[in-house]
């Protein structure tokens, strides 16, 4: 069965330091999506990717981060300058078109720890 | 804002219905989903109900929508120890935004 695959699956950072997180959808799929998940706290929407723009975004999803699909099967997002805040599992997410789109399949998540 | 809402733990009985219970307060949800969390995976997509249906079954898992109270159950039948797992609900409150909004999270263990 296809899946959304996720790399690295764990990743320590520096403070201060740009991290980028790989992922590569599902491949008929043209919706993608980065979500997170602090330790102890609920899974929280980041943002939405279609169509080679950002279609939606969240409060959380400021200035700080970015997301490319810089070819036909990467997805990525970069955090620029991370803040000890920025530790939590990042779930990247891909959905197909018509009635497939309500369906969102998630990866295996990375586990970013920023020291 | 939409809020979802789960109780965090539920222990059953191998062989015994499981009943997993959520509610949300965004009356506008248009799709409400039920996901699986295994240690050290990602999030499985087990279910998902329109918000015109009442019931969805699907094997072994039944989902009851009730919108007049905003709830939302997921019952597994013969529950097996594999069954253990974080069990997710979330929803989307408009046909095509994907921004989904989970609770915690519910705990399932199933007890041999």
């Known amino acids: 069965e296809p899946e959304v695959t996720q790399t690295p699956s764990h990743q320590v950072t520096q403070m201060g330091q740009e991290v980028i997180l790989r992922c590569v959808p599902i491949?008929?799929?043209?919706?993608f999506y980065w979500y997170r998940q602090i330790l102890g706290q609920k899974v929280e929407f980041l943002v939405s990717f279609y169509n080679n723009e950002i279609s939606e975004k969240s409060e959380i999803f400021d200035d700080q981060f970015s997301v490319e699909r810089p070819d036909g099967s990467n997805f990525t997002l970069k955090i620029r300058s991370t803040k000890l805040e920025d530790s939590a599992m990042y779930f990247c997410?891909?959905?197909?078109?018509?009635?497939?789109?309500?369906?969102?399949?998630f990866g295996s998540g990375t586990q970013l720890s920023v020291l | 804002g939409e809020d979802v809402e789960q109780s965090l733990f539920l222990s059953v009985r191998e062989g015994d219905s499981s009943v997993i219970n959520c509610t949300y307060t965004?009356?506008?949800?248009?799709?409400l989903y039920w996901y699986k969390q295994e240690p050290g995976a990602g999030l499985q997509l087990l279910t998902y109900i329109f918000s015109n249906m009442d019931m969805k079954q699907d094997q072994r898992l039944t989902v009851l929508l009730n919108k007049k109270d905003k709830h939302l159950s997921l019952r597994i039948a013969d529950t097996q120890t594999g069954d253990s797992a974080i069990y997710f609900c979330?929803?989307?409150?408009?046909?095509?935004?994907?921004?989904?909004?989970f609770g915690s999270g519910t705990r399932l263990q199933v007890q041999p």
């Open positions: 997410a891909s959905s197909g078109s018509g009635t497939q789109n309500e369906k969102l399949f």
């Open positions: 979330a929803e989307s409150i408009s046909t095509g935004r994907r921004a989904l909004t």
């Open positions: 965004d009356s506008s949800s248009t799709y």
């Open positions: 491949s008929n799929h043209l919706y």
